[in-house]
């Protein structure tokens, strides 16, 4: 498939999930400024640390340009931290967002007691529920789904994984298992 997906490389472990879309036959491009977005596809925002990733984005110009990015209907697969940046809601502490899905995130959500953790989980698309193992660091939880959200993966009661058009979130890194069904999922769509 002849798809060019970016990665948005500011800080975390893009290189990681660069890593996962070379080992689907993707080709992907590391995003560190606006025009780097021309002609991308489908934009993956690694985890990290959302606070900072917001002053970084903001310097760079990728704010801007990634809310145009979104605004023409274009994927974005957000994990971790950059699920909290593209939630509607954010909450512990509250802080600005783009607002790319409906869902409200908690960040911090699971405790200090669960910092890091690697746990199963389950993966539900139209070929029925499957076992995934998941990484967990310092994670943001979905506390609310709006109407339009579907629910793609749970864990300990919890939706860790979702989407509503052509939005996908993960609460967890996807890009720190074995497991490519995430990111397959993510490829896919785009194609
Ligand atoms: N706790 C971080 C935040 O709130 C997210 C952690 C992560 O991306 N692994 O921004």
Excluded at 22 to 35: E, F, M, N, Q, Y
Excluded at 52 to 61: A, R
Excluded at 84 to 109: F, H, M, T, W, Y
Aim: overall charge negative.
């Amino acid at each position: 498939m002849a798809v060019e997906l970016g990665v948005l490389g500011l800080q975390g472990d893009y290189a990681a999930h660069g890593a996962m879309l070379d080992r689907l036959g993707a080709t992907w491009h590391v995003i560190k400024k606006p025009s780097q977005l021309d002609g991308i596809d489908g934009l993956v925002m690694p985890g990290g640390e959302s606070t900072t990733l917001i002053k970084l984005m903001d310097s760079s110009g990728l704010w801007k340009a990634i809310a145009d990015y979104a605004a023409l209907g274009k994927p974005v697969f957000g994990t971790c931290a950059g699920m909290i940046l593209v939630a509607k809601d954010v909450i512990n502490p509250a802080q600005r967002s783009l607002g790319l899905i409906d869902i409200g995130v908690e960040r911090n959500g699971y405790g200090r007691q669960i910092d890091s953790a690697e746990v199963g989980g389950i993966f539900r698309d139209a070929e029925g529920n499957r076992p995934m193992d998941m990484v967990f660091i310092r994670a943001p939880r979905i506390t609310r789904l709006g109407d339009g959200v579907e629910a793609l993966a749970e864990c300990r009661g919890d939706v860790v994984m979702a989407r509503q058009d052509r939005v996908v979130v993960a609460s967890f890194h996807p890009e720190l298992t074995d497991d490519l069904t995430a990111h397959r999922y993510f490829v896919e769509m785009v194609a």
